[in-house]
């Protein structure tokens, strides 16, 4: 049985002190006046950042490398660890590049900031989680969250739309994924990863069923990274909701879905074999290609930045299909250098989209370039990094990727894969040239750019080039929470 | 400090133009004369160290000098690593050479956002400059990638009508075919467990790592279709007349004077001593291509009404000439093709200059609208001739010494080949003195070239310095090909160790019997 000890609880310290922060901003939200809802932005800022802290302050525990705690239902491993800080590096940008667009849109309600701190919770759980359910739990929480958080736009039948579908096709998913849960647990008698690993230890034990299970789970996460065919949802969620948290959609849920992946294909159920292989490695080419040619046709930046974030999660799959040492680590090394970037080109976008987001399309950056010189170059950053130009962080997060794949002698794979981002640099350049080669005068916002977003822009520059020229550091990170996973 | 400076020579080499970058950068944007004197200034100060590294470079010496090495990347272990042969070091040359050229060049034709002009400018002088020193696979796709992202903008922004059609076509062809290296660069990583060039080198020709036949030929392939559509050999050259007639006169310069000679590099660097074997295999059909090259190269010329034109489908057969030296396998072949790089990247950036100088007076490029400039216009059109003939390959001007070389290598290697490339030398006369009779001769046939000024100082000094460098190179090109002989002899041992080629070498060159 389940025995609660008061020092598990500060194996999950990051967890409990964001949803202390995220009650706190829910309390305080009544008794701000409507023109200062941004101290509640601050307030749940300065709750990442304790987080983060708190991060620290887990990682530093002494013991063995995986550290369980509540009878093995969550582990403070470095896995965990990194995943955190992660999702809290996303939280802070998203708070900081929303303070202002929520003024200006006039939605600045609280909520905003609880429920951005409260999917953040839920996405660490499901990176922490080393049990089927409290996995489960952990993408509920989360989940419930984000639905509300795309249709925060209340007002717009867009913003709407885009939480009904992701709302109807992200419970059809989560259905999904519990319902191998259940066939997990009727088969084996447990939800928990580690006891699944010595209950499904080699191939020949497993039963059919257990294949199915299995399948069934893919299902469900592959709706949260949006793969091919399970992708429909996501440019019309991506669209339709406002832009700072389709930056955050983009990329927290992702790679939260991502974790849970590694932790259950990589890890638990490993040894499930070619199967597991084949699917991931199908399911990535048709990802990335798909996600890129569709984003060749696309005349709207956020729809394309949406397709594009589908072909990324392509990427990530050929490290998962790698595997290994080498393919974790990769994906935790890309996943970080895709935070950075995507997040960066998003809320770039919220703000040049003007009052009610209504520049997005590419039409209407033409011409930036001479009146916004360094918005535009910061733009370029990001979306040359998403292309994979060297010196940035989206080259060697691809380029981790790809060495992995070729050590296991996908060799095919990797071509499709490197083909496929050349396919990418046309339409990512395709927003440059807009902004640098044609002549006119931009429909875009030519506001200033705000301090908050400005230092979130800051953040992701810098990261970017950072981990593009010196990654040596986060290559340690990411290879030392790899070690939990075989 | 200046110890320092003497065994880092490469490093300061290669990112001093990165510094006159970062310095644009914090000039005001309306100073644009401030920032025209820094980017002359730091390439000239490019240009006088690359003069250092050349003087200093010693031709007894095999193997790579100047060479620094510090770890950089810890997963997988990449190296920092930098260093100049007889191949790169002329290279490095040429490029800090053309560069103040294609500054003052752009002088007063550059008047929209010259800051970020200049800015890309330099910037790209440190992708080229990188491509020919770095030692670390790695190390040389991160200049070989980033290099694009300047020239691409160069194109787009400051080129004419069809400019951004021209900059993505550049763009993604260049792309395609480094994604193949990417992959032959892993690869060989993960058989070497390196990425260090000399490292590989060395576990390849000692066969501790032997390649298969199979993994050879593939491997071969994804480098050489790389360095094929960046040389551009024939059918791999859709790319370049379109982002040469595009790009503004310093984008031409640099792009051809450069940007090809890193194809050619690429061979000769990494195809011909990782992939020996594979090599000799497809020589027979890479040197049809390269003569293909030249004969289409030369009769497209003939046609072009646009003297831009004319000049980008030049440098098709020209560097057909020069792929064809490479795979002679022997000395004088390859040799040849290193000084002709160095020869076609003076000259045709030579041209490329001379027609922006008229485009700049008349704004238009069509060979229609002249006629008899040689009476309005005598300086220019003086040095215009003296540049034709260089291009086409006159004794005692630089394109001979090159073109003789390889067409010597080429008959030793097979009598087809130097014959079928001599043909293209006429062609070359053929379409150049035809261009310039046109241009220059005759009658003065369109009354608003009447008025047209000659050359000023600065377009003067540009074309001095032009003029010195094809004599010299011309006359007395032994400082050149005195430092080749080494590392040429080094490339070849390698291809050659049993080769039928190599067996035919006779006496080397001809200048090496007087010596």
Not at chain 2, 492 to 515: D, I, K, N
Request: proline share 4%; hydrophobic share 55%; with cysteine.
């Amino acid at each position: 049985m389940i025995t609660f000890q008061p020092a598990d609880l500060i194996r999950i310290l990051p967890e409990v002190i964001l949803s202390a922060f995220a009650v706190l901003v829910m309390v305080l939200e009544p008794f701000i006046p409507a023109g200062r809802k941004g101290f509640l932005a601050w307030t749940s800022l300065v709750g990442v950042i304790t987080a983060g802290v708190g991060v620290l302050e887990t990682s530093l525990l002494p013991g063995k490398e995986r550290i369980l705690a509540f009878g093995g239902m969550v582990a403070a491993d470095h896995f965990a660890l990194y995943f955190t800080a992660l999702f809290l590096l996303v939280a802070g940008l998203t708070v900081l590049g929303s303070m202002n667009y929520l003024e200006r849109d006039r939605i600045n309600h609280g909520e905003f900031y609880a429920l951005v701190l409260l999917a953040t919770v839920g996405m660490c759980f499901m990176a922490a989680s080393t049990d089927l359910m409290m996995i489960f739990l952990g993408l509920e929480v989360s989940s419930i969250s984000t639905y509300v958080l795309a249709g925060f736009k209340r007002h717009e039948v867009q913003s709407n739309e885009a939480s009904l579908k992701y709302f109807l096709l992200g419970s059809f998913a989560t259905a999904f994924f519990l319902y191998g849960i259940a066939f997990v647990y009727g088969l084996t008698g447990t939800t928990n990863l580690l006891a699944l690993s010595e209950r499904l230890a080699r191939p020949s034990q497993w039963p059919l069923l257990a294949h199915v299970a299995l399948i069934l789970m893919f299902v469900g996460l592959a709706f949260k990274v949006s793969t091919v065919p399970f992708q429909i949802w996501t440019p019309d969620v991506y669209q339709g909701a406002p832009a700072p948290v389709t930056a955050f959609l983009s990329v927290g849920p992702k790679a939260a879905a991502f974790a849970v992946l590694l932790r259950i294909f990589l890890g638990g159920m490993a040894s499930a074999g070619n199967l597991t292989f084949w699917v991931i490695w199908l399911s990535a080419i048709l990802t990335m290609s798909l996600g890129n040619l569709a984003a060749l046709a696309q005349s709207n930046a956020k729809r394309m930045l949406a397709y594009s974030s589908i072909a990324h999660a392509g990427y990530v799959l050929v490290g998962i299909a790698a595997g290994g040492p080498e393919g974790t680590s990769a994906v935790l090394f890309y996943l970080l250098a895709y935070a950075l970037m995507n997040v960066g080109a998003f809320v770039m976008i919220a703000h040049l989209a003007g009052t009610g987001e209504r520049s997005t399309n590419i039409e209407d950056y033409t011409g930036l370039a001479f009146q916004r010189p360094g918005i535009a170059a910061c733009l370029s950053v990001f979306l040359l990094a998403l292309a994979g130009f060297p010196t940035t962080a989206g080259f060697l997060g691809k380029f981790y990727l790809f060495r992995a794949a070729v050590h296991s002698h996908l060799i095919g794979l990797t071509i499709i894969a490197l083909l496929n981002s050349v396919v990418s640099v046309y339409y990512y350049l395709h927003l440059v040239v807009a902004m640098y080669m044609r002549q006119g005068k931009t429909e875009a916002s030519t506001a200033a750019v705000p301090w908050p977003l400005g230092a979130a822009l800051a953040v992701s520059v810098a990261g970017i080039f950072y981990l593009g020229l010196y990654p040596n550091h986060f290559l340690v990170l990411a290879r030392f929470a790899s070690n939990p996973l075989p | 400090m200046m110890a320092w400076l003497q065994n880092h020579s490469l490093t300061v080499l290669t990112f001093l133009p990165l510094a006159g970058t970062l310095l644009i950068a914090f000039l005001r944007r309306d100073a644009a004369k401030v920032i025209r004197w820094v980017a002359l200034i730091f390439s000239l100060l490019t240009f006088l160290l690359a003069i250092r590294v050349f003087v200093d470079f010693s031709p007894h010496q095999a193997g790579m000098q100047f060479v620094e090495q510090r770890p950089w990347i810890g997963e997988p272990p990449i190296n920092y690593t930098l260093g100049v042969d007889g191949l790169s070091v002329v290279l490095i040359l040429l490029t800090a050479f053309l560069t103040p050229l294609a500054v003052l060049a752009s002088w007063t034709s550059i008047t929209s956002r010259v800051k970020e002009f200049f800015a890309f400018l330099l910037a790209l002088e440190t992708g080229m400059i990188g491509v020919f020193v770095a030692l670390d696979l790695f190390l040389f796709f991160i200049f070989w990638e980033t290099m694009l992202i300047p020239m691409y903008f160069l194109i787009g922004v400051w080129g004419h009508e069809r400019r951004v059609y021209a900059a993505v076509k550049f763009i993604l062809y260049t792309m395609i075919g480094s994604a193949l290296m990417l992959v032959g660069i892993l690869y060989i990583y993960n058989v070497t467990g390196t990425f260090d060039f000399q490292a590989i080198l060395r576990q390849l020709s000692t066969g501790e790592y032997p390649l298969s036949g199979a993994a050879q030929t593939w491997l071969f392939l994804a480098f050489f279709v790389a360095f094929a559509i960046k040389v551009p050999l024939f059918p791999f050259h859709t790319w370049l007349p379109d982002a040469h007639v595009e790009a503004p006169t310093a984008g031409s310069v640099i792009l051809a004077g450069v940007l090809l000679k890193m194809g050619t590099y690429g061979l000769l660097r990494f195809c011909l001593p990782f992939f020996p074997q594979a090599s000799r295999a497809f020589a027979p059909i890479i040197s049809v291509l390269a003569i293909i090259g030249i004969l289409y190269g030369a009769l497209v010329s003939m046609v072009q009404p646009d003297l831009k034109k004319l000049v980008a489908y030049s440098s098709v057969a020209h560097l057909g000439f020069v792929v064809l030296g490479i795979f002679a396998f022997n000395i004088s072949g390859i040799e040849g093709a290193i000084y002709q790089m160095v020869n076609h990247g003076v000259s045709t950036g030579a041209l490329f200059i001379l027609v922006g100088m008229l485009y700049d007076r008349r704004h238009t490029r069509l060979i229609k609208e002249f006629g008899g400039l040689a009476t309005i216009l005598p300086v220019y059109s003086t040095f215009f001739m003296i540049v034709t003939l260089s291009s086409l390959g006159l004794p005692m001007l630089n394109g001979f010494v090159g073109e003789f070389l390889i067409i010597l290598g080429a008959f030793r290697a097979k009598v087809t080949y130097g014959a079928l490339a001599a043909v293209g030398v006429v062609l070359a006369a053929v379409y150049l003195l035809w261009m310039y009779q046109r241009v220059f001769y005759g009658e003065v046939t369109n009354e608003k070239n009447r008025s047209l000024p000659d050359c000023d100082l600065r377009e003067k000094i540009i074309l001095v310095a032009v003029v010195v460098v094809i004599l010299f190179m011309g006359i007395y090109p032994q400082p050149f090909l005195r430092r080749m002989d080494k590392s040429v002899a080094q490339v070849l041992q390698r291809v050659g160790q049993s080769g039928p080629y190599y067996a035919l070498q006779a006496p080397a060159r001809p200048t090496e019997r007087t010596r």
